[in-house]
């Protein structure tokens, strides 16, 4: 079955830029997304790049998409003390009438002051 | 425009009871989905429901099953609860199929 891969700590300093890295395994994913969760909350979408896409930019964050690889990165810029969350990369599949998403584990973005 | 509502935000039930969640997509969406996210781990997909029926269905036992309303609300079923069923329970919107998923603030169940 699918899988997805990420690193489960990232510790950068205030105003650096942070670069959270992913694994995926189905080939045949059309998008990918990336989400975050902040303390006791939800999911909120960040960002997402289809699959024919190498790289998409919004505003402080920048995806990286490897299709050869199947690796994804997300990097945020001057990162920031609100940056502070888990960050759950996903993988859209399709297959049986239905269409979900497949999680990481998620990373923990550390901020140091 | 409200987002992806759903309730309660807090529920403590005991083994062996069985518990309905409650979900409102966001205003014209007509796909709900539902994830179980499990302390320390990411969301797994449970049920996606489109148009009232279901679409598919993740790697859960039959004690789970769920429903979509004329309205596109939709509600999840536990019954007969496990202390391993403990965990947020989160609810997804989506306009159609294949297209992006907001997710709602999340149930946290806690069986004892």
């Known amino acids: 079955g699918e899988d997805v891969e990420q690193s489960l700590f990232l510790s950068v300093r205030e105003g650096d830029s942070s670069v959270i890295n992913c694994t995926y395994t189905?080939?045949?994913?059309?998008?990918l997304y990336w989400y975050k969760q902040e303390p006791g909350a939800g999911l909120q979408l960040l960002t997402y790049?289809?699959?024919?896409?190498d790289m998409k930019q919004d505003q402080r964050l920048t995806v990286l998409l490897n299709k050869k690889d199947k690796h994804l990165s997300l990097r945020i810029a001057d990162t920031q003390t609100g940056d502070s969350a888990i960050y759950f990369c996903?993988?859209?599949?399709?297959?049986?009438?239905?269409?979900?998403?497949?999680f990481g584990k998620g990373t923990h973005l550390i901020i140091q002051p | 425009d409200a987002g992806v509502t759903q309730s309660p935000t807090h529920l403590i039930k005991t083994r062996g009871q069985q518990v309905t969640l409650r979900c409102s997509p966001i205003s014209g969406h007509k796909s709900v989905s539902w994830y179980q996210q499990v302390l320390g781990q990411g969301p797994q997909f449970i049920f996606q429901?489109?148009?009232?029926?279901?679409?598919g269905r993740g790697n859960f036992p039959d004690r789970f099953s769920a429903r979509q309303f004329p309205n596109y609300s939709s509600e999840l079923n536990v019954n007969a609860l496990l202390l391993g069923d403990s965990a947020l329970y989160l609810c997804?919107?989506?306009?159609?199929?294949?297209?992006?998923?907001?997710f709602g603030q999340g149930t946290r169940l806690t069986v004892v």
């Open positions: 429901y489109y148009e009232k029926e279901e679409r």
């Open positions: 996903a993988e859209r599949f399709s297959g049986g009438g239905a269409d979900g998403l497949t």
């Open positions: 189905d080939s045949s994913s059309t998008y």
């Open positions: 790049i289809f699959s024919n896409m």
């Open positions: 997804a919107s989506s306009a159609g199929m294949n297209t992006e998923a907001f």
